[in-house]
DNA sequence: TGTACATCAGTGAACGCGCGTTCACTGATGTAC
DNA sequence: TGTACATCAGTGAACGCGCGTTCACTGATGTAC
């Protein structure tokens, strides 16, 4: 273990991502990442030498526990019947505080100019898309691959699409009442119509 | 006619729009937007003020722009019996720049910490999801407001998730071909299905 | 047609501020012998 | 166990820069009489 070390940064990326949710990248700077770690601009300068490194790390650190998270949400529903379903509701589930969508809508942006955020940000959604597509598969093995990774493309799009509405970004006033349950309907009349 | 004035704040606002898509909200002055028109910094604040004054008055142009095409798309179709798939197909085309995607994303994490600009695209998005209904209960009267409102925002979500896959903010790894033909299938059949 | 004056459009300098980065420095902790 | 020394962790001041905003000022254009 290295205890010390490994503290120091986990604060100071927990911290990172705190003003960038909170204050957007725009107003997401050094001296308040450090005064929320609770330490010296020139302390945290000692962690990462550039602002650059700070949110390259906060990136990596998201986006792994993001990709976790969505993937054993797929994964455990295992083999059951309803196993679609049920991770579809988890992901929906797991969109409701909001903060998480506020993250990945500044990501969204900083891909747009960085190709390095934009290979990440990437390669999380093809995580799992995979997961997806597995779980398409498994419920419909006649499908094929191609259509099955295009269905699961959608539900991606939709479900990430979703995350646009939730009160954070929204007042949302489109009417949500069984918006849930009608989109895990959707995707699951998705996979299962005739192949294309 | 107000030709010089309106001249001016057009391309004002033009230039503004450009630097904003270009270089992210983070990276947005007022020095810049000067420049990029060609004029000097105290006579752009002769129009607009402040900087917050720009970013509202660009976000009104910018969506009531979309806003008039993404409707006019929508309703161009008319009674056709494969309206709805030629509108999906046309919204479609619409986001092949990225250009327009681009600036929705800035607008989208602004609108996370900006509660006029959340207002302003959820109208947007209420506009063109009125027209969406609208073509969803000519296709299928048998739906109903309620389930025909639900699934023409699963439809939204899926649109502007789609947005995200854009060649501007990723590589797009994903399987590509054929998702557009794949994803008005799957809308018109989201339309279709029996009611919940 | 000419004159006086107000408004409009545009200029340029200055302000104070927060920023990322650099750097010389200080103790504390670890290692070698 | 003690000493010498290197590395680690942290401090605080300074830098130059671009920023939004304010402001006094200047011509050009329009209006009144």
């Known amino acids: 273990v290295l205890p010390k070390g490994r503290e120091r940064t986990e604060s100071i990326l927990a911290a990172a991502t705190a003003v960038l949710v909170e204050e957007g990248y725009a107003a997401f700077s050094l001296r308040k990442v450090a005064a929320r770690a609770d330490m010296r601009l020139g302390n945290l300068q000692y962690y990462y030498r550039t602002k650059a490194d700070v949110v390259r790390a906060l990136l990596a650190r998201s986006l792994a526990s993001a990709a976790r998270a969505a993937e054993a949400r797929l994964l455990a ?5 309803d196993a679609l379903a049920s991770a579809v509701r988890a992901v929906l589930a797991d969109q409701e505080t909001g903060e998480g969508a506020r993250l990945f809508v500044e990501l969204w942006a900083l891909a747009g100019r960085d190709p390095e955020i934009a290979a990440a940000l990437q390669a999380y959604h093809a995580g799992w898309w995979r997961a997806l597509v597995h779980l398409l598969l498994r419920a419909h093995p006649g499908l094929g691959r191609a259509v099955a990774g295009r269905r699961a493309a959608l539900a991606v799009a939709m479900l990430e699409g979703l995350t646009l509405f939730r009160p954070a ?3 949302r006033r ?20 005739q192949g294309t």
């Open 169 to 171: 970004h929204a007042p």
């Open 77 to 81: 529903a295992g083999d059951a019947r």
């Open 174 to 193: 489109l009417p949500l009442t069984g918006l849930e349950d009608e989109a895990v309907a959707a995707i699951v009349a998705l996979a299962g119509r």
